[in-house]
């Protein structure tokens, strides 16, 4: 089993930069492959970036592409997110995942087995 604790929100100014960190327990993190969701109130939630288990393969929404970047360091069990050229719209609670089994792509929810209790990022204008 694994256990997720997303840390780095906070509120910052349109065109800034956080860095989210996602904090896994558990000897075999790196045979998860790690994702970032985010979700506004009401919303479905919404795929953000993967990452493979080695860390090689990195997928992003069209959203973030060129904005955000999902690396891991799997001696640190731990998977970061850096948000650069913040938006408003990028307000909301990000979640990391991790999922256990082999798929074909990873951007559905349905996909991961274990989560994080998520972390309030809010971009004023």
């Known amino acids: 089993q694994v256990q997720l604790v997303e840390s780095g929100g906070g509120l910052v100014q349109a065109g800034g930069s956080l860095r989210l960190s996602c904090a896994a327990s558990g000897r075999t993190f790196s045979t998860y492959v790690v994702g970032w969701f985010r979700q506004a109130s009401g919303k479905q939630r919404e795929f953000v970036a993967r990452?493979?288990?080695?860390?090689?393969?990195?997928d992003y929404a069209d959203s973030v592409k060129g904005r955000f970047t999902i690396s891991r360091d799997n001696a640190k069990n731990t998977v970061y997110l850096q948000m650069n050229s913040l938006k408003p719209e990028d307000t909301d609670v990000y979640y990391c995942?991790?999922?256990?089994?082999?798929?074909?792509?990873?951007?559905?929810?349905?996909?991961?087995?274990?989560w994080g209790q998520g972390t309030q990022v809010t971009v004023s204008s």
């Open positions: 990452i493979s288990r080695s860390g090689g393969s990195r």
């Open positions: 995942a991790a999922a256990g089994r082999y798929y074909s792509d990873y951007v559905s929810p349905d996909k991961y087995n274990y």
